[in-house]
């Protein structure tokens, strides 16, 4: 399960809606116990397509760098659908080299009201995976 705090929610939500109607797309990090994200590093598209992502080689590499550096882990990869559903596509799927991330898929069909959904793809198994908007506050509830 992904928990995610609701500033950090609107931080990729905000990166995705000044991408569009481009994809965008970026990387999460935090503990890799509990799956709480303790940070979004955006990325650039280097593609700048609205069907397909490709992240930015040189800002990927200094994200990983970044959060490995501060003993976190990767937990997830995002990116925005923005003209079609949450689902991994077949390219997603294709693409999807990080078997021990989670894929974050935002739709922006109705860019007012963005659906996100998580999914752990492996090979061409896809699974929808539980992810939990929180309050900062609840943090120390968990």
Not at 120 to 128: K, L, P, S
Request: some cysteine; glycine content about 6%.
């Amino acid at each position: 399960m992904l928990t995610i705090e609701r500033p950090l929610l609107n931080q990729i939500l905000n990166h995705l809606q000044a991408c569009y109607p481009l994809e965008g797309c970026g990387l999460l990090a935090g503990d890799g116990e509990t799956g709480w994200v303790t940070a979004v590093y955006p990325i650039e598209n280097s593609l700048h397509s609205p069907t397909a992502y490709q992240m930015d080689p040189t800002q990927q590499v200094q994200a990983m760098l970044d959060l490995e550096a501060r003993g976190w882990q990767l937990l997830a990869i995002y990116h925005s659908h923005p003209h079609g559903p949450e689902l991994p596509s077949v390219t997603d799927v294709t693409l999807a080299l990080y078997p021990e991330a989670l894929y974050v898929i935002v739709s922006l069909q109705e860019r007012a009201v963005p659906v996100v959904r998580s999914f752990r793809i492996a090979g061409q198994a896809v699974v929808e995976q539980t992810m939990k908007v929180v309050q900062p506050s609840d943090k120390n509830c968990v």
